[in-house]
């Protein structure tokens, strides 16, 4: 389900669920009350259900009203805060944001928040450094990136501030000539003469391996590349069966599979240095990245998949 809802309609929201009172809210908010009448009818149907009883003198929160209260008021003082930061950033000037990344997160799962991101601060500079978890970790610590978008970090220093934002999945990628393209999802045995390819410290490969190791089947050797980008040219060339993230396009003589019983996914944070002087786009990325609703979020299925279902 993907929500459409509208600033102005949380705000009359927040007004009524204080005043209780459609007339009164209405002047609070400095709307006709059938303005504000109409603007809540369109919260409720987006959401799927009534927020208020309306009774004459008796007008309150329903259960349901009562459930979504929080999170859109959370929603809302986001939003002013956002705008807020955006006028001190207009009078401060601009500087540059470093942004640490992990090298098999798809930036496509980000753009939504970027594309505020960069309408809030037109002339800001950004900076992408991709790298491992342990690049990261380090980068943070030195200030040379002041937020990361990553899996778990490996270091557990105390200063470090993370939320949790989405889980990323993956995938399989291997040949449509490969011995298991017919097999897909593939049994964890099936696996046990084959090689992954990935990045540098996946932990999608370190979970699979443990499973393996706990079932009893034997592991071999992992081929790693710096750049996501090269791993199907080396499963073309036979090097072994790629980590690919979901949503992210593949060519039409690859396909990608998956594991039978075993989710194939890695949990994205939000990582910053507690107690460091941050700048106005930095905090408003950490802002935009918190209040958005990642539950939500849709992963586009690729081109070329020849299975449906990865798991």
Avoid at 4 to 24: C, D, G, P, V, W
Avoid at 109 to 121: I, Q, S
Avoid at 143 to 148: F, I, K, L, T
Avoid at 240 to 263: E, F, N, S, T, V
Wanted: hydrophobic fraction near 45%; charge should be neutral; include cysteine.
């Amino acid at each position: 389900m993907v929500f459409s809802m509208e600033l102005h309609q949380i705000r009359y929201f927040l007004a009524l669920s204080k005043i209780l009172n459609f007339t009164a809210a209405a002047e609070a908010c400095h709307v006709s009350q059938p303005a504000l009448s109409r603007a809540i009818s369109q919260l409720e149907g987006e959401l799927g259900g009534a927020l208020f009883r309306r009774e004459r003198k008796l007008t309150h929160l329903t259960e349901f009203g009562r459930t979504v209260l929080p999170s859109l008021r959370q929603c809302f003082e986001a939003s002013q805060h956002a705008k807020v930061l955006a006028r001190s950033f207009h009078h401060e000037g601009h500087a540059p944001l470093s942004i640490a990344l992990s090298r098999m997160i798809d930036i496509d799962l980000l753009a939504p928040v970027l594309a505020e991101l960069g309408t809030a601060f037109p002339s800001i500079e950004v900076k992408i450094f991709r790298g491992s978890a342990r690049e990261i970790a380090l980068r943070l610590k030195n200030g040379d990136a002041e937020v990361a978008i990553a899996d778990p970090l490996p270091d557990e220093w105390e200063r470090f501030e993370t939320r949790a934002l989405f889980e990323q999945a993956f995938g399989l990628l291997l040949t449509r000539r490969h011995r298991l393209a017919g097999r897909m999802p593939a049994a964890l045995p099936d696996l046990a003469s084959e090689r992954f390819l990935s990045v540098p410290e996946c932990g999608v490969i370190d979970a699979i391996e443990m499973e393996m190791r706990t079932l009893g089947v034997q592991t071999v050797a992992r081929h790693e590349v710096d750049a996501i980008e090269d791993i199907p040219s080396l499963v073309r060339a036979n090097f072994g069966l790629g980590i690919w993230p979901l949503g992210r396009p593949c060519d039409a003589d690859l396909m990608i599979g998956g594991i039978r019983d075993h989710a194939m996914r890695s949990p994205v944070r939000a990582c910053t240095v507690f107690g460091r002087q941050h700048s106005v786009a930095a905090r408003t990325l950490i802002c935009l990245l918190r209040s958005r609703d990642w539950s939500h979020r849709r992963l586009p299925a690729p081109p070329h998949r020849s299975v449906e279902h990865v798991s």
